[in-house]
């Protein structure tokens, strides 16, 4: 089941540490990111990887939502989440059905995927299933490790 409606926050509840700095290339709130490129922030690249649980944010703070992508060079928020922090992670478009609990893993492209033989970052709070949908990424719910 995938989210009924646009959800209006990354960050759920839990802890977070919040930074800012600008994006390397183009990424979207809810997308798992990394230090790294030509500037200091970057999406996730290494699928299965090793990974730290940040993840860009709406800048809220200049009236931004989390439909508003950011660009290369743009200030991007980024929330470091801590072990239990709940937060809305980007699925890649026709990524395997994820159901409740499932582990989860880095997916190399700032999305979040249906554990494999990775590392688990966290588990899914919910079931989605956008393995049909091959053009948009969506939103799932996940407490962090």
């Known amino acids: 089941m995938a989210n009924k409606s646009k959800p209006e926050t990354i960050f759920l509840k839990g802890h977070q540490v919040q930074k800012e700095g600008q994006a390397s290339a183009a990424l979207s709130p809810g997308h798992l990111v990394e230090r790294g490129g030509s500037k200091d922030f970057q999406v996730q690249s290494t699928a299965k990887g090793v990974c730290s649980p940040m993840f860009a944010v709406e800048n809220d703070l200049i009236g931004k939502e989390i439909t508003d992508a950011y660009?290369?060079?743009d200030?991007?928020?980024?929330?470091?989440?801590?072990?239990?922090?709940?937060?809305?992670?980007?699925?890649?478009?026709?990524a395997t059905?994820?159901?409740?609990?499932d582990a989860l893993e880095?997916?190399?492209?700032?999305t979040v995927r249906k554990f494999t033989d990775g590392v688990i970052i966290g588990y899914a709070?919910?079931?989605?299933?956008?393995?049909s949908n091959s053009s948009s990424e969506v939103f799932i719910k996940m407490e962090i490790k």
């Open 75 to 94: 200030n991007v928020v980024v929330a470091y989440a801590l072990p239990g922090a709940e937060i809305n992670a980007r699925v890649a478009a026709s």
């Open 106 to 110: 880095a997916a190399g492209d700032g």
């Open 71 to 73: 660009a290369a060079n």
């Open 125 to 131: 709070l919910e079931a989605i299933n956008n393995s």
């Open 97 to 101: 059905a994820i159901v409740a609990n």
